[in-house]
């Protein structure tokens, strides 16, 4: 990048300095992104990187300072991103090592300033330091200050006009591109990251376009200090448009690399694009068994004109263990933990066995709690990269207020991936249950082939603040012991809005809706398969699973079609706190399609506490019209989001 047009201060010392930070800055931004190992500490002009706590404290021949920052104008907001931005003011209480560490801990402050002040389109800044008086420029080679006090270091700033963008230009391959859609329209911010940053995004939308060898050719920046305007040139080329070619894997070692190219979906005679590169990386993240994955396209076309990739993973530990509670004043406390392997076989095949126990304290019996067990295996990559095997073996002992029930069920399944999104599952289970409800006491065996279709459109998994997700499924069904055929349909979907600063608040809602048809009743389908209602997962306020039909006696049945829905408004209070104001309801039919007949509904506000797994949920909630003998409030706590 070049600038031409700067002001006669544009010959002191300091400004034809910061023209050089201006140059660099693009490069010292990609430096930051680096991984360095903590125990690669080294010292550099009087300066720790990288060392422990105590290393840190050893700090050979240390010299202390005292630093005062000013701004003139007295733009206080200025001052404010100067001090954030000063290394003296951050370090002000930490000693130097020699004289000479605060003489350069001076001259890096001002450079760091200057680059600071360009950020924010100050390029009529000068920065004036002085250190014991002397002005920077005029310090002895090896400075000998008087240690008799804190060495005093002042710091000047006259930050200058802020400048605007004038006219900007694309040029070479980039000329048909809009430079407003880059940010940078006439008038618009002129700061250094601004410009920098649309270069980068000019050289990517060219990349989009198939072009792997995309690059900048020229960034010129003209400032003209009369009219506070900056004129600004991008020239790029974009090189041929060329397909992938062959995916070299480097850093495995018990991952089959042959699994890590063909699962990447990068296979060569395919189209480029960033995207790809970038969704590889998401892909083989998922898996679980990498605790690093950097793809990057090579720098010159290979021999049949294809721009080849390579492929860096580092493995993470296959073996975890880890634990999970949940807790609720109607429910009682909910336990679990699990252990898994995530490459039993070499192709990131995982292995898990998981156990939990709830409605601890809601009864003191032991035969009412909730017990599961379950064993699960999951293969990617079956036959084809885009496809999941999945099997399972799960054990439930379960004693909600309307049913007990002990299931043992076995399953397989195969998920295919259809693109990013969307994904088909099906398979097949067998189910063994014995319950005892309203009807008495009964054994079921059941065989189905449930299918499912999931759209997941959200922007984040554990907290999402835009999108939406979809779920529809069918579970044909044949009881073997009755001889009854039946069949359930469910379809659910959220969505999330945000708006404001950093998406202040979060506008979630949810809906959903199933329904049974066949048998011969409702006691011909088994307890564990009939819709209820109620819990902090779908209408909070009521027990779990307490929203039923009821029989003449009052005993909950279940039913057979049900409806519900949520609405949440997510308010970001702070960076990590929240509260959410929410309302459930549902209505649960037993007959196939919803007569809305008995609605249930409950209201209540909640606190979030935002960590890096996902928000603490701590909800209270009161039933709008509750059952007789049922709980007046309920209190949830867990982790993630309600939906």
């Not at 660099?24 to 009087?46: D, E, I, K, Q, R």
């Not at 700090?59 to 104008?73: K, S």
């Amino acid at each position: 990048m070049r600038m031409h047009g700067f002001s006669d201060e544009a010959k002191k010392p300091g400004f034809k300095r910061a023209r050089s930070l201006f140059l660099a800055l693009g490069a010292g931004t990609a430096l930051c992104c680096l991984n360095v190992s903590p125990a690669a500490a080294f010292t550099l002009f009087g300066h720790k990187f990288f060392e422990s706590d105590k290393a840190a404290a050893e700090v050979l021949d240390p010299v202390r300072y005292a630093v005062t920052l000013d701004v003139e104008g007295g733009d206080k907001d200025l001052k404010t991103a100067m001090d954030a931005a000063s290394q003296l003011v951050a370090d002000k209480e930490e000693p130097v090592s020699g004289d000479l560490g605060v003489a350069i801990k001076a001259r890096d402050d001002r450079d760091r300033l200057l680059a600071s002040l360009y950020e924010q389109a100050r390029y009529g800044a000068v920065v004036s330091v002085t250190v014991n008086g002397i002005d920077l420029a005029e310090l002895p080679p090896n400075p000998s200050f008087n240690r008799a006090a804190p060495v005093p270091i002042h710091v000047s700033i006259r930050p200058g006009p802020k400048f605007s963008l004038g006219s900007v230009r694309f040029e070479g391959d980039a000329a048909h591109l809009d430079p407003a859609a880059f940010k940078l329209g006439p008038g618009g911010d002129a700061g250094s990251l601004t410009i920098i940053n649309a270069g980068e995004r000019v050289v990517n939308a060219l990349k989009k376009e198939g072009r792997p060898l995309a690059r900048l050719t020229n960034r010129e920046v003209l400032a003209d200090h009369k009219t506070s305007r900056v004129d600004v040139v991008i020239a790029a080329t974009g090189g041929p448009v060329a397909p992938l070619g062959d995916a070299r894997v480097e850093g495995t070692e018990t991952v089959d690399p042959e699994f890590v190219r063909s699962y990447s979906l990068l296979n060569g005679g395919r189209p480029y694009t960033p995207e790809a590169l970038t969704k590889a990386s998401e892909r083989l993240r998922k898996l679980g068994v990498f605790s690093s994955v950097t793809i990057r396209e090579a720098e010159a076309l290979d021999q049949d004109g294809r721009i080849p990739v390579n492929i860096r993973v580092a493995e993470g530990k296959h073996r975890y263990f880890g634990f999970g509670a949940q807790y609720s004043t109607i429910d009682g406390i909910g336990i679990g933990g699990y252990w898994g392997h995530r490459n039993l076989f070499g192709r990131a095949e995982s292995l898990r066995i998981e156990g939990a126990v709830a409605r601890i304290g809601e009864t003191t019996d032991v035969q009412r709690l909730d017990y599961s067990a379950g064993i699960l295996f999951s293969k990617p990559g079956f036959i084809l990269p885009t496809m999941t095997f999945n099997a399972s073996l799960k054990a439930k002992m379960e004693s909600p207020e309307t049913y007990q029930a002990k299931t043992v069920t076995a399953a397989a399944s195969l998920t295919y991936e259809l693109d990013d999104q969307d994904k088909i599952t099906g398979g097949g289970e067998v189910s063994y249950a014995r319950t005892e409800d309203a009807f008495g006491t009964k054994d079921y065996v059941t065989v189905s082939l449930p299918v499912e279709f999931e759209r997941d459109a959200r922007d984040d998994k554990l907290n999402p603040t835009s999108g939406y997700r979809a779920l529809v499924n069918a579970k044909p069904s044949y009881e073997i012991l009755q001889g009854n055929l039946f069949s359930s349909f469910e379809a659910q979907g959220s969505a999330y809005y945000g708006f404001g600063q950093d998406d202040q608040v979060v506008l979630a809602g949810k809906l959903g809706a199933g329904t049974i048809v066949g048998g011969d009743g409702l006691d011909s389908i088994p307890a564990s398969r009939r819709f209820y209602a109620g819990g902090g997962g779908s209408v909070r306020g009521y027990a779990y699973q307490a929203i039923s039909p009821r029989n003449a006696a009052g005993e909950a049945t279940g039913g057979r079609s049900y409806v519900l829905g949520s609405l949440e408004a997510r308010i970001k209070v702070t960076d990590t706190i929240g509260i959410v104001p929410f309302i459930d309801a549902a209505s649960v039919s037993d007959k196939s399609m919803p007569d809305f007949k008995d609605i249930r509904a409950g209201a209540g506000v909640g606190i979030r506490y935002a960590t890096p797994f996902g928000p603490l949920r701590l909800d209270v909630a009161m039933p709008l019209n509750r059952y007789d003998g049922g709980s007046s409030y309920g209190i949830y706590a867990g982790i993630g989001q309600a939906f």
